[in-house]
């Protein structure tokens, strides 16, 4: 245990260096989840590179699921096929931890694949389908801050 923490902490403070150039992307998106009851809701999203390959991903949404507005709350981690800063379209693959509110229970584990695409010199477009609770798509658009290489 004490290792895995270890090597995490090095990965995020090592990631300032090995990330220079590469700021972080902000954008909005969209996510589905077939489940019972199901969830459909929107909200931003904010990437942070921490490697090369590495991106460490928050989103958050408000949405409805049944008969009730909700708060849906992720957190992953995301490996890259491509380098953060490629101009090229990527797959990669996203693991991580998601919770709702006014539900009564537990959080959600994550697991999924996505493709991100340059739509402009800053500008992407990326999707992900997955497990979250259920079945999750989810789609979006995100604008990079900072200098890039």
């Known amino acids: ?61 408000v949405g409805r699921r049944a008969d009730r507005w909700v708060l849906r709350g992720e957190a992953t981690v995301q490996y890259r096929v491509r380098d953060w800063a490629s101009p090229r379209p990527a797959w990669y693959l996203a693991g991580g931890v998601a919770g709702v ?9 994550v697991a999924g694949v996505g493709y991100e695409t340059r739509i402009a010199a800053k500008s992407a477009f990326w999707a992900e389908l997955g497990v979250a609770g259920g079945a999750r798509l989810m789609i979006g658009i995100q604008s990079r801050s900072g200098r890039r290489k």
Request: hydrophobic share 45%; charged share 10%.
């Open 1 to 61: 245990m004490r290792r895995g923490v270890a090597g995490l902490l090095g990965l995020l403070l090592a990631g300032p260096v090995a990330g220079q150039g590469r700021g972080p992307a902000w954008g909005a998106g969209v996510v589905a989840v077939a489940s019972d009851p199901g969830f459909v809701g929107a909200g931003p999203v904010g990437r942070w590179p921490v490697a090369r390959q590495v991106v460490v991903s928050g989103f958050g949404a």
């Open 101 to 109: 509110t006014r539900t009564g229970g537990g959080g959600y584990l």
